[in-house]
């Protein structure tokens, strides 16, 4: 695959006029970064990335593809990660969002490691993927659930926050009960997120599922119960 290396270019040089050495450390200790930060602020990365993207468009999915991943595999700092995530999401290719994606974006989800790479991709990537291939899509969600990568297994429980009447329930169930009994905290809090976002459009689904699960954790339980009691 052959990236677009001016674009690439175009959002690392563009990240550098933005930097501010003197936020970068904080943000790299609050994210516990091992890639250091570009102290570039969250509004400054979004207006830079809707001139560099009007500017550059990328011809086909297979250029696509490759420059997210290349922008990816070779950041040095977290700000261009988190560019190539913003571009794999953007309007212009928003007709190549398919099952056909759902590889890089596994990669990103293992190689990021983190909630903030992590919630992202899983939520807003793979979510509406599955949504609209569920044939496809759902025994990958399956297998990620009874994965050994903790982040795998959370985009697993996570990937339908925001479904609301769409959420498959079955698939839901599946995801969480296989990490429920898990110490770890990523799995605990992503299982209360899922249930308590759910519970906007069937609180009495999610109050069922919580009884019937009585070793949900109490991060989980309380989670889940926040607003319906």
Request: net charge neutral; proline share 6%; charged share 30%.
């Amino acid at each position: 695959m052959s990236a677009d290396e001016t674009l690439v270019e175009a959002i690392r040089a563009g990240l550098a006029r933005l930097a501010d050495p003197a936020k970068a450390p904080a943000m790299q200790a609050y994210m516990k970064s091992a890639l250091p930060f570009r102290g570039v602020a969250k509004p400054q990365r979004s207006a830079l990335l809707k001139q560099v993207l009007a500017d550059h468009t990328l011809p086909d999915r297979v250029t696509f593809s490759a420059t997210v991943l290349k922008l990816w595999r070779t950041a040095e700092f977290r700000e261009e990660r988190y560019a190539a995530i913003d571009l794999s999401g953007h309007r212009a290719y928003r007709r190549w969002q398919d099952p056909e994606l759902v590889p890089v974006y596994e990669e990103m989800i293992v190689n990021g490691a983190w909630w903030d790479h992590v919630d992202e991709l899983a939520i807003h990537r793979i979510g509406p993927i599955l949504r609209a291939h569920r044939a496809r899509v759902t025994p990958t969600v399956l297998a990620w659930a009874n994965d050994s990568d903790l982040w795998r297994r959370r985009t697993a429980i996570i990937c339908q926050v925001g479904a609301r009447e769409d959420t498959d329930t079955d698939l839901l169930t599946r995801a969480i009960e296989p990490a429920i009994a898990e110490p770890e905290f990523f799995l605990r809090k992503g299982i209360g997120w899922a249930l308590r976002d759910y519970a906007k459009t069937a609180p009495d689904w999610v109050r069922s599922f919580v009884d019937d699960h009585p070793g949900l954790s109490g991060l989980s339980r309380r989670e889940a119960l926040k607003h319906i009691g």
